[in-house]
């Protein structure tokens, strides 16, 4: 098949991305290169890949000169994509939308003829399903069974799939040992729901509390997400973040920055020598792909029972499912029980093959329905 992919403006994309979306993205396209697939790839002029690259700007947004407008900056660089995109769209036979924001490659879906297959990596919202529904020839693939049904609370979808996201184990070492703390790694930040709470999302302030009242190690890494790419990550971090370090129970272990936090061959050994990652999400995560990724090094989880946790965790023998601060901190006793070979086992049902082979079949699916 011809396919081309799609996606965002703000990073490149390369075997070293450290965004979850560009991950996936290079993944799927160096699995459909080596299976022979035609690949296309419209984004960053500074994107490695296998595949054709149709450049819209030379280099990732994030590393460009500040602008007056960023919202204009950005919208004005996504709309030169999709015009091209709907400019070659008779090249392909399937077009891969991994555009953040999502719904923006699909305003031209019912001006060309080649479906488009729009991978939802966000939250998906009210106003989310509302953007990405009602066009035609359009399918959805979700990466994860909640992820999906959440969607399917605000619109129909009758396209769409489930296609968990995937990594490659072999190069995430196995740990069967660990030393004697926990680990938090996700984003540090709050954002504010639609009632103007300010959320915790991925739980790294829940999970200081838990280390500061189960007397827990803890180590915590992860981007400091504050002002546009970052700008006031150091602020945010002395503010809400230092007061809880100490350098010697809870440690800080990355960068206080937004664009480069952790290389890849650190958060491996970050995520090994952990006791058990703490998974406390205050959100509907889509997937959740640091979870894979520790059990790959052998290292289980203590999980929120909300979004995608119970699809991945397997409670009592990959990790534990708990409802709220207090059950993980009772839990936390009970890690020794877990194998971590298991662990590392469970992390084989999610890898990058199945992926792209899941990814192949469903475009497959589509090409076949659409030249009857």
Not at 99 to 115: C, G, K, S
Not at 181 to 197: Q, S, V
Request: glycine residues 6%; hydrophobic residues 40%.
């Amino acid at each position: 098949m011809r396919i081309a992919f799609v996606t965002g403006l703000k990073r490149s994309t390369t075997k070293d991305s450290l965004g979850g979306r560009n991950q996936i993205v290079y993944k799927l396209v160096e699995g459909m290169a080596k299976r022979g697939h035609q690949v296309t790839f419209i984004g960053t002029g500074d994107s490695q890949l296998p595949a054709e690259i149709i450049p819209i700007v030379d280099k990732a947004l994030m590393f460009q000169s500040p602008q007056e407008n960023d919202f204009y900056f950005h919208t004005a660089y996504l709309s030169m994509m999709t015009k091209k995109m709907a400019e070659m769209a008779n090249q392909f036979d399937i077009i891969a939308n991994h555009v953040y924001p999502e719904f923006l490659p699909l305003l031209v879906a019912n001006q060309i003829q080649t479906p488009i297959v729009t991978t939802t990596h966000a939250q998906v919202t009210p106003y989310l399903a509302k953007a990405m529904s009602g066009y035609k020839d359009s399918y959805f693939v979700f990466v994860s069974n909640s992820h999906r049904d959440l969607a399917r609370k605000y619109a129909a979808f009758p396209n769409s799939k489930t296609i968990y996201n995937g990594i490659d184990v072999d190069k995430f070492t196995f740990s069967n040992s660990a030393e004697d703390h926990l680990l938090f790694f996700g984003r540090i930040n709050y954002y504010k729901d639609e009632t103007g709470k300010l959320v915790d999302a991925k739980g790294w302030k829940v999970s200081l509390d838990v280390a500061k009242e189960s007397g827990e190690s803890l180590e915590i890494a992860g981007p400091v997400l504050a002002g546009e790419f970052g700008s006031n990550a150091q602020q945010f971090y002395d503010t809400n973040v230092s007061p809880f370090i100490d350098g010697e129970k809870i440690k800080f272990v990355s960068k206080i920055q937004a664009s480069e936090p952790v290389e890849f061959e650190q958060k491996v050994k970050l995520l090994g020598r952990a006791k058990a990652l703490l998974f406390p999400i205050n959100w509907d995560e889509p997937f959740g792909l640091v979870m894979v990724e520790a059990l790959a090094c052998g290292t289980p989880v203590i999980g929120f029972n909300r979004a995608s946790v119970p699809e991945i965790i397997i409670n009592g023998k990959t990790g534990f499912i708990v409802n709220n601060r207090e059950e993980m901190i009772k839990i936390i006793p009970k890690i020794k029980d877990i194998k971590r070979e298991d662990c590392r086992q469970r992390a084989f049902d999610f890898t990058t093959d199945k992926m792209v082979n899941n990814y192949i079949e469903y475009y497959e699916e589509i090409y076949a329905q659409t030249k009857k």
